[in-house]
């Protein structure tokens, strides 16, 4: 498979490969690289965002998009019962690796029968939404693996700033549909994603489409560069 970059670079980093890194193309803005190391953060080493997403999981914890398993690990640790899931091969073998328990190789939006106290989105998670026009589907999906009274925890972030000029004006092609939907390309040697939407959502539209689908919206955390996070809980 040539179509795992995630995956290839982790186990990479496994093997030894400490200075690895992957290359993110976007349509927002130029190349930018992810250090392989910080997917393998311990949780002395994460931001107080995440530190306060995992002080708020409660019962069991569906970790989505997991990764390299840090933030399933962090929660293995204190002793919680939590799941991590994600579609990438490399990354559930890095994670069985590394001793996380319980790991799914599945996409989120085909998991069924499954019930879990809380659903974990980090490092702009809820961006698999994909599009604004994706956001219905990602939480009435959410809606049928949470247990009654479960709970969304969730980063995002508002990117308007990437839109600024110089003067503090704001250039926004309204025909282009929200200005949060952004399209990656991930890379690493031979492995290639292929393009994917991802959504930036600014937490008061969020709110409103939380609102919408039967849930309650509690922002927790405002970050200093637009990113936050929600928790967002079946009502």
Request: glycine content about 10%; proline content about 3%; some cysteine.
């Amino acid at each position: 498979m040539k179509n795992d970059p995630i995956g290839a670079a982790v186990l990479d980093y496994l093997a030894g490969a400490e200075n690895a890194e992957i290359t993110v193309e976007s349509n927002l803005t130029e190349d930018d690289v992810i250090p392989v190391y910080y997917l393998f953060r311990t949780e002395e080493h994460m931001p107080e965002l995440e530190v306060l997403a995992l002080n708020a999981c409660r019962g069991s914890v569906l970790d989505v998009g997991a990764g390299a398993g840090c933030h399933a690990l962090a929660l293995q640790q204190r002793g919680v019962e939590v799941t991590a899931l994600d579609i990438s091969e490399g990354a559930v073998e890095a994670m069985q690796r590394q001793g996380v328990m319980q790991v799914l190789h599945q996409n989120l939006f085909d998991l069924q029968g499954k019930k879990y106290d809380t659903l974990l989105l980090l490092m702009n998670g809820i961006g698999i939404a994909g599009t604004l026009d994706g956001l219905p589907h990602f939480l009435e999906h959410a809606k049928t693996l949470l247990k009654p009274g479960g709970q969304i925890l969730l980063e995002s972030s508002d990117i308007l700033y990437m839109y600024e000029e110089e003067d503090g004006s704001v250039l926004l092609d309204l025909n282009a549909g929200y200005y949060g939907e952004v399209k990656y390309n991930m890379t690493y040697k031979d492995q290639e994603s292929g393009w994917f939407n991802w959504l930036f959502i600014d937490p008061s539209i969020l709110e409103d489409y939380a609102l919408n689908h039967g849930y309650t919206f509690e922002l927790l955390l405002e970050g200093e560069t637009g990113n936050y996070l929600a928790r967002l809980r079946v009502k």
